[in-house]
């Protein structure tokens, strides 16, 4: 099957990556998030409703953070599918689709398919294109991004629907201005690490997949992500000297000393885990400009995966 691609990015590199401004608004548009939470109240998913999210790549990810989030506050269950695997058919009283670009061919094909009598909500970045047209829309033009790489788009996503979860992001907000005001050298062993595993429970497990695809989209590094409590069946065999073990959320029992026991370096704060993940983003701009790589354009990604009929 072909892959046809969408770009909008020039043919010459910008002298500071996209990337650096798009993580850089983060926090200005997690606030701003309020607002848009409230305004979209109607089409967003009410205490009680069976909901089903679907996306592909990094929003499959703040799918997965939302249906853990909404299910651990107790207001309904909240299914998570990748687009091209959904399970629609399931009676569902809300379907909420996230794509940036609004014209991915598996987000379209499975609202196109959806034959059920659910409402449809989607959450994209680009107007006037086809998802708009296959259900409520929430358009976050204001944080679309010219690089390939998703960060503002998505946190922006997620925060919309964490405020209208009930949950208060002000400190998170605060947590993440503090990230990316932290010097380069707080970042310096993952700078230089061979090898990193992401781990999270919760919703922060979704976040940790989004972590390690961010490195490995950016960066080309080899990382990993996997549930906390997964990691020590299997996961842990990988981690030693000059490895990062990298928890997002709080810490499982004994988690810090079975880590230390592999040699590997354990990276975690007292962050809540949207503000972690900045850090995260911030180490894809180190790490792509030590490797001589240009994280705005991934080599074989693209804005939008458009497949052939």
Same mark, same amino acid.
């Given at each position: 099957?072909?892959?046809?691609?969408?770009?909008?990015?020039?043919?010459?590199p910008?002298?500071?990556?996209?990337?650096?401004?798009? +993580?850089?608004?983060?926090?200005?548009?997690?606030? /701003?998030?309020?607002e848009? @939470? %409230? *305004?979209?109240? &109607?089409? #967003?998913?009410?205490?009680?409703?069976?909901?089903?999210? +679907?996306?592909?790549?990094?929003?499959?990810?703040? /799918?997965r953070?939302?249906a @853990? %989030? *909404?299910?651990? &506050?107790? #207001?309904?269950?909240?299914?998570?599918?990748?687009?091209?695997?959904?399970?629609?058919?399931?009676?569902?009283?809300r379907?909420?689709?996230?794509?940036?670009?609004?014209?991915t061919?598996?987000?379209?094909?499975?609202?196109?398919?959806?034959?059920?009598?659910?409402s449809?909500?989607?959450?994209t970045?680009?107007?006037?294109?086809?998802v708009?047209?296959?259900?409520?829309?929430?358009?976050l033009a204001e944080?679309?991004?010219?690089?390939?790489?998703?960060t503002?788009?998505?946190?922006t996503?997620?925060?919309?629907?964490?405020w209208?979860?009930?949950?208060?992001?002000?400190?998170v907000?605060e947590?993440a201005?503090?990230a990316?005001?932290?010097?380069?050298?707080?970042?310096a062993?993952?700078?230089?690490?061979?090898?990193?595993?992401?781990?999270?429970?919760?919703?922060?497990?979704?976040?940790?997949?989004?972590a390690?695809?961010?490195?490995?989209?950016a960066?080309?590094?080899?990382?990993e992500?996997?549930?906390m409590?997964?990691?020590?069946?299997?996961?842990?065999?990988?981690?030693?000297?000059?490895?990062?073990?990298?928890?997002?959320?709080?810490?499982?029992?004994?988690f810090?000393?079975?880590?230390?026991?592999?040699?590997?370096?354990?990276?975690?704060?007292?962050?809540?885990?949207?503000?972690?993940?900045?850090r995260?983003?911030?180490l894809?701009?180190?790490?792509?400009?030590?490797?001589?790589?240009?994280?705005?354009?991934?080599r074989?990604?693209?804005?939008?995966?458009?497949?052939d009929p």
């Amino acid at each position: 099957m072909l892959y046809l691609v969408t770009s909008t990015l020039t043919t010459d590199p910008p002298a500071t990556p996209y990337l650096a401004d798009e +993580i850089a608004t983060q926090p200005d548009d997690w606030a /701003a998030a309020r607002e848009l @939470a %409230a *305004r979209h109240r &109607a089409v #967003l998913p009410e205490a009680g409703e069976r909901v089903a999210v +679907i996306g592909c790549g990094t929003s499959l990810y703040m /799918a997965r953070a939302f249906a @853990a %989030a *909404r299910e651990a &506050a107790g #207001l309904g269950v909240t299914d998570a599918w990748p687009a091209s695997e959904h399970r629609l058919s399931r009676g569902y009283d809300r379907i909420v689709a996230i794509t940036r670009s609004g014209t991915t061919t598996e987000v379209i094909e499975a609202l196109k398919d959806y034959d059920g009598e659910a409402s449809v909500t989607v959450i994209t970045a680009t107007p006037e294109t086809p998802v708009v047209s296959l259900g409520d829309p929430i358009v976050l033009a204001e944080v679309d991004e010219r690089s390939i790489v998703q960060t503002r788009f998505a946190t922006t996503a997620l925060a919309l629907l964490r405020w209208h979860l009930g949950h208060d992001l002000d400190p998170v907000i605060e947590q993440a201005r503090l990230a990316l005001a932290e010097p380069e050298s707080t970042l310096a062993v993952a700078r230089s690490a061979d090898q990193l595993t992401f781990v999270g429970m919760g919703w922060a497990t979704a976040i940790a997949e989004e972590a390690a695809l961010k490195l490995r989209e950016a960066t080309q590094t080899w990382s990993e992500s996997y549930p906390m409590t997964e990691y020590r069946h299997g996961p842990i065999s990988i981690s030693g000297p000059g490895r990062v073990v990298w928890a997002l959320g709080p810490l499982v029992r004994n988690f810090a000393r079975d880590v230390a026991a592999t040699g590997a370096h354990l990276e975690h704060r007292d962050l809540d885990p949207m503000a972690e993940l900045v850090r995260v983003q911030r180490l894809c701009l180190l790490r792509a400009a030590d490797a001589g790589l240009d994280p705005d354009r991934p080599r074989n990604l693209a804005r939008s995966i458009i497949l052939d009929p």
